[in-house]
């Protein structure tokens, strides 16, 4: 079955008792039972709901898995992965990323005894030098946020194969219908599904796929016994979300695409991060592993004084200055005191997140009105 199919039919059937093409939201919390343990294969919902279910099924199919597990957000998904470490247990991942994650790694796992090690994943040697015996997940995040840099993750993933290691890779920012990790060897895929999965900023969502029958049962496990879950109707907004999956990622990458060309001629902007273009460092890998280049754009500006970047932040008219990405509408953010806000500023320097950088989330509109747009705030 082709993706385009996929989204609309995969792991969705009409309802039984109505007919109904729409998966039905199941608003109910308990499931009556003809005798103890004799049910229909719903006991309470916090472990299993209809709605849920049908979703999961869809996911796991759009990422060549078995099973999906969904949660009440991107970061509850990612909570219930680092719940399957140790103390002891040491995590290596990149050093661009998403400032939830950062967050939740050093903040909240690292107390527990959980160590994490930070590199530039672009490069495999970078993750080889960390690598030993305590180690046991690989956190890969391509493309980056909000960097936009690319890891080879069939390559990272070669590196750890047969070593009891796990790799898991948040594809946020690509989606399913541009990279599929789990057929480049990763265990666990990721996705805030608040983003290109729900697409119209409307839900909190969280999702893992996996195609190993040992993980999704520790996963499920998890779900079940820690309680982040998402409710029957945010699933079916996601479902909702997914079937036009494929035409709002393919037209927020064609945006994208001319607006990194058009900000990379513009007088005002000094340097444009964005894998579809031929010069990006990681142009070649990501054209090797996803089918188009994203809807994810960042750039810095001549003038990179953060007052500057605030006045063109606070001019845009199309581009909403707000939080999150992945809508069907055009946002524009300032990642140094928003989405990373939480990372340590010389640690975000570092890696080139300046106080000045710009990050866009290109959506469907005309591409002419958006690129207007962004003439009229640059001036």
């Not at 060549?64 to 990612?78: E, K, P, Q």
């Not at 060309?261 to 964005?274: I, R």
């Not at 089918?291 to 001019?315: P, T, W, Y």
Request: charged share 20%; proline share 5%.
């Amino acid at each position: 079955m082709k993706f385009e199919t996929k989204v609309i039919h995969a792991g969705i059937e009409p309802d039984p008792t109505t007919g109904a093409i729409m998966t039905p939201i199941f608003q109910t919390s308990t499931y009556v039972q003809s005798a103890p343990g004799v049910h229909q294969g719903y006991e309470y919902a916090r472990t299993q709901n209809p709605t849920r279910t049908a979703l999961e099924k869809n996911l796991a199919a759009l990422e060549n898995g078995t099973d999906g597990i969904c949660f009440a957000s991107g970061l509850a998904a990612m909570d219930a992965t680092l719940k399957l470490l140790e103390p002891g247990d040491e995590v290596i991942s990149t050093n661009d990323l998403y400032g939830g994650s950062y967050r939740l790694m050093t903040k909240v796992f690292a107390k527990y005894g959980i160590v994490f090690h930070f590199c530039d994943m672009a490069n495999p040697d970078n993750v080889s030098a960390f690598l030993n015996n305590k180690t046991k997940m690989l956190w890969i995040e391509t493309p980056t946020n909000p960097m936009l840099n690319v890891v080879d993750i069939a390559a990272i993933c070669a590196l750890v194969k047969d070593k009891g290691i796990l790799t898991v890779v948040d594809n946020t920012f690509a989606s399913p219908y541009l990279q599929t990790p789990l057929d480049l060897g990763a265990d666990i895929v990721l996705h805030s599904a608040t983003k290109y999965l729900g697409g119209h900023s409307d839900v909190i969502h969280g999702a893992l796929i996996v195609k190993s029958t040992e993980l999704s049962q520790k996963l499920h496990f998890l779900q079940n016994a820690v309680g982040a879950v998402p409710g029957p109707q945010d699933c079916f907004l996601i479902l909702r979300g997914i079937k036009t999956l494929h035409l709002r990622v393919q037209r927020s990458c064609e945006n994208a695409a001319t607006i990194a060309t058009f900000l990379q001629n513009h007088p005002a902007v000094s340097k444009v991060y964005y894998p579809g273009l031929p010069e990006h460092p990681g142009h070649e890998i990501a054209a090797k592993q996803m089918k188009m280049f994203g809807g994810m754009v960042s750039f810095d500006l001549k003038d990179n004084s953060i007052e500057n970047a605030h006045r063109v932040l606070s001019s845009t008219h199309l581009f909403s200055l707000a939080e999150s990405l992945g809508g069907v509408e055009s946002l524009i953010g300032h990642p140094a005191s928003m989405t990373h806000a939480s990372i340590p500023r010389a640690d975000r320097i570092k890696v080139g997140l300046t106080d000045s950088l710009i990050r866009l989330s290109v959506g469907i509109e005309s591409v002419e009105d958006l690129m207007e747009d962004l003439a009229h705030a640059l001036q």
